[in-house]
């Protein structure tokens, strides 16, 4: 008998090992490597690191031909970076994805799970894609509020969107800017930014800010990165958060241009730019934010923001300061640079992490939609 069931093992074994393969084709993905071991049910993979200077890194990729009796286990050594994912992501459908607490020592990732379907998809945290960011656009049409035009098209036919969401354009208006995945692995940033979509464009949004109100909103910077699955954290020759001084790409001096043009027009009051710490989460991870422009004043105006926004939320992010201090082209220092009066009440970069929320639980993209709406309603 136990022959018999050794010998139905290897059969599974070897079938596993004969049907097994790696789903690339993703928007997102970056995967180099990846290796599969039927006996013992082990996936060993490499993710794609864009950048000899990459300090994190992002994976989003799908298996398929593995065993379904035991355990699936994934491995990966990851090499020049700093960071590893504490809270990777798993799917089956490639669409809603579970955070898994993995027990990896800090240079590798050893995560196991109980397989639900014979296809799974592992990312470094919930993948936000080019694809979805249109579909979410083209389902949440407003004309009365929103219009959209294409600042940029890449070199392989993506469109860099701006939006510009108010009731009505005419007159001069408070003019709040706000730009989001400047590094394309920092995919929670963007469920924060349809956040504060979703809450601009829905009827409980106050028709008062939206008459007093122009948001300009560039929803994705680096769409190249994003679609191919690269980082964009200090990608060759420079990151597009390093390219703000004298700008090297193209989309870079466009959204200056505009950024200038609109503060001619209107009276300009904040301004937001939406990053990741780390994609994947870390046990200690936070909601936080720079204060861009740190003069008395201005760094009491966003204090002032940021309790508001903790009467909403019930909890305060944590702000916090550039180590380096020293200039670098980052989007902090130009605006640090420029000079638009007393009417800029602040700018920010908000740095957001998958990580543990104050009631002690993961964050889920619900969770950050959910902060992006209450940032808007801070503002009402």
Partial sequence: MKVAIIILMLIASTAAAQNFAVIRNLENQNVGQCEYDSASNTITFEPYVDS???????????????????????KSKFKATVHRPTYP???NDNTTFTLHKQNGKHSDLNLQIKPQNDTTYIATGH???????????????????????????????????????????????????????????????????????????SDSCSKKLLKNHIFKIVPMVDVESVVNGQSGRMSLPVDYNRDWEN??????????????????????????????????????????????NST????????????????????????????LNKYDGMTA??????????????????????????????????DYITIGKMMIQALE
């Fill in 127 to 201: 993948p936000y894609t080019y694809t979805r960011l249109n579909n979410f656009l083209n389902s949440h049409d407003n004309p009365s509020v929103m219009s959209s035009e294409t600042i940029m098209t890449t070199k392989n036919g993506l469109d860099v969107k701006l939006l510009t969401i108010t009731k009505s354009k005419r007159g001069k208006k408070k003019l709040i800017w706000i730009i989001c995945r400047q590094h394309a692995f920092e995919s929670v940033g963007n469920y924060v930014m349809e956040g504060m979509l979703r809450y601009l464009l």
């Fill in 52 to 74: 000899v200077n990459t300090c994190a890194v992002w994976f989003n990729f799908g298996v398929t031909g593995y065993r379904m009796d035991t355990v699936l286990t994934f």
């Fill in 333 to 366: 220092d130009w605006w640090n640079e420029i000079n638009y009066g007393s009417s800029l009440l602040f700018s920010s970069t908000l740095e957001i992490d998958w990580a543990i929320s104050p009631k002690k639980h993961e964050y889920t993209p619900a």
């Fill in 89 to 91: 992501a798993i799917s």
């Fill in 247 to 292: 700008p090297k790409r193209t989309v870079i001096r466009l959204i200056e241009d505009e950024i200038k043009s609109t503060a001619q027009k209107h009276d300009y009051k904040i301004f937001w730019d939406i990053h990741g710490t780390f994609p994947g989460g870390a046990p200690n991870g936070n909601f936080s934010y720079f204060d861009l």
């Fill in 296 to 323: 008395p004043s201005k760094h009491g105006n966003i204090l002032d923001y940021w309790h508001k926004y903790a009467t909403i939320s019930g909890y305060m992010p944590i702000p916090i300061s550039d180590n």
